[in-house]
Antibody, heavy 124, light 108 residues
């Protein structure tokens, strides 16, 4: 059964870089037709797609965050990672990783399954 | 960017009743590229519906999705106690992939 688990610091200082890793178990990350994505949810608010990566390293990012986001993949560890630079309090959120279906070379689908999520608080 | 607006914000119903949740898109969502998720407190979202009307694996048939273009609906035919949660819609017609703000389904 495919499972995803987020890990990383729960507290990040303003202006620093948020770093999270998603470990995938139960299936290889080297699989055709699936990207691997990050979604975040500020406390009490809705969901925002951050970006997604293919096992080859190809990425898609939300334009609203693109200048600050880097997503990378480590196929040897079956993991992918998120880095968000120059964080502010507005980046405080639960960050989820999820499998993101691929519909074509330029289009993605829904997210399933999701990891449990990890709360990252930006505060000094 | 396609903006999704869900209504109502909160829906108060009793077990056994029928729930109808709406998701309206700011522009047409082609080929019904719309999904619905359920989220319970402290849990990750769970995929319910994709392609506007196809149930995900293991989802009970009391959940159904319909709609096309800009108007989509999630219907729960007879509410069970475990159905009270927050529901989100998501469009995957075009990037950035966006979500609605959610509808909270609460026990009346």
């Amino acid at each position: 059964q495919l499972q995803l688990q987020e890990s990383g610091p729960g507290l990040v200082k303003p202006s620093e870089t948020l770093s999270l890793t998603c470990s995938v178990s139960g299936a290889s990350i080297n699989i055709n037709n699936y990207y691997w994505g990050w979604i975040r949810q500020p406390p009490g608010k809705g969901l925002e797609w951050v970006g997604s990566i293919y096992y080859s390293g190809n990425t898609y990012y939300n334009p609203s965050l693109k200048s600050r986001v880097t997503i990378s993949v480590d196929t040897s560890k079956n993991q992918f990672s998120l880095k968000l630079s120059s964080v502010t309090a507005a980046d405080t959120a639960v960050y989820y990783c999820a499998r993101h279906g691929r519909r074509s070379s330029t289009s993605l689908n829904w997210f399933d399954p999701w990891g449990q999520g990890t709360l990252v608080t930006v505060s000094s | 960017e396609i903006v999704l607006t869900q209504s109502p914000g909160t829906l108060s119903l009793s077990p056994g009743e029928r729930a109808t949740l709406s998701c309206r898109a700011s522009q047409s969502v082609s080929s019904s590229y719309l999904a619905w998720y359920q989220q319970k407190p402290g849990q990750a979202p769970r995929l319910l519906i994709y392609g506007a009307s196809s149930r995900s694996t293991g989802i009970p048939d009391r959940f159904s999705g319909s709609g096309s273009g800009t108007d989509f609906t999630l219907t729960i035919s007879r509410l069970e106690p475990e159905d009270f949660a927050v529901y989100f819609c998501q469009q995957y017609d075009s990037s950035p992939y966006t979500f609605g703000q959610g509808t909270k389904l609460e026990i009346k």
